[in-house]
Nanobody
Framework: VQLQASGGGLVQPGGSLRLSCAASGDDFSRYTMGWFRQTPGNEREQVAI???????NIADSVQGRFTISRDNAKNTVTLQMNTLQPEDTAIYYCRAAYLRTNYWGQGTQVTVSS
């Protein structure tokens, strides 16, 4: 499966961004989809995932501010990010997971700064 992420950019603290990930090449509905982020010198961390059945898991650090959703008809997964803070600055990656195989998108930069 191929993943194309979009929607990153520069936003002021307290602002919002919406990241989208478009998938192609396989049956999107069977994949667990997720968003991860990474900052220089740190490991990639899970931000939010949504299972094939629609169950979500949100990291404690973004709970109440970020939501993840999927549209199986459009083969997309969206991360709505509200009340962004400088510590949310990172490269955000979309991931599709099925059985023991992971597929990654190219990453999109999110910068939160005044």
């Amino acid at each position: 499966v191929q993943l194309q992420a979009s929607g990153g950019g520069l936003v002021q603290p307290g602002g919002s961004l919406r990241l989208s990930c478009a998938a192609s090449g396989d049956d999107f509905s069977r994949y667990t989809m997720g968003w991860f982020r990474q900052t220089p010198g740190n490991e990639r961390e899970q931000v939010a995932i949504v299972s094939s059945g629609g169950r979500t898991n949100i990291a404690d650090s973004v709970q109440g501010r970020f939501t993840i959703s999927r549209d199986n008809a459009k083969n997309t997964v969206t991360l709505q990010m509200n009340t962004l803070q400088p510590e949310d600055t990172a490269i955000y990656y979309c991931r599709a997971a099925y059985l023991r195989t992971n597929y990654w998108g190219q990453g999109t930069q999110v910068t939160v700064s005044s």
